[in-house]
């Protein structure tokens, strides 16, 4: 059984939901999942886990954010080496450099990134948005 955990910041709740879709589907493959705001979690969360999926929108200007998020990567980002992730947000009105650069981060850092990352336009309500979460979540514990 894949273990994964989904650990997220989020403000109005979109990336949230994102992340709530992801544990329900990853969840209906059997896979044992953890649920974390950023707030809650801790390094252990990641070096447990097969997979992990870190959840942010784009804020600042295209940046992660700043008071809760981007510290906790900064905490764990040279403990990454290796390890499984995906990533995944919510953005308003931007091209998703936030993202592209999220990823790029991670990945100089040796992180083995997954899943392309996964960004959705405000909050996941249509059927496709819904299905792109779904998908995120069950591929990450195959
Ligand atoms: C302070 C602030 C800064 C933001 N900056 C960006 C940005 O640079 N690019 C963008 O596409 N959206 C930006 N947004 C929009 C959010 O990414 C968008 O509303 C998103 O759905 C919020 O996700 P959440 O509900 O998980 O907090 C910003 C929103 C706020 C409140």
Redesign the pocket.
């Known amino acids: 059984m894949k273990k994964l955990s989904i650990i997220y910041w989020?403000?109005?709740?979109?990336?949230?939901e994102m992340a709530n879709i992801i544990y329900e589907s990853a969840k209906e493959q059997g896979a044992e999942v953890i649920l974390k705001f950023v707030n809650e979690a801790a390094l252990e969360d990641i070096s447990e886990s097969d997979v992990t999926a870190l959840g942010c929108?784009?804020?600042?200007?295209?940046v992660l954010e700043e008071s809760e998020m981007e510290p906790f990567i900064e905490s764990i980002e040279d403990k990454i080496s290796g390890k499984k992730l995906a990533l995944f947000g919510?953005?308003?009105?931007?091209d998703g450099k936030?993202m592209i650069d999220w990823e790029e981060r991670m990945s100089s850092k040796g992180a083995n990134i997954i899943h392309d990352a996964l960004i959705i336009n405000?909050k996941p309500e249509s059927d496709e948005d819904t299905n792109l979460c779904r998908e995120f979540g069950k591929s990450l514990v195959k």
């Open positions: 989020s403000g109005t709740g979109n990336t949230e929108p784009a804020m600042g200007d295209e919510s953005y308003g009105w931007g936030w405000g």
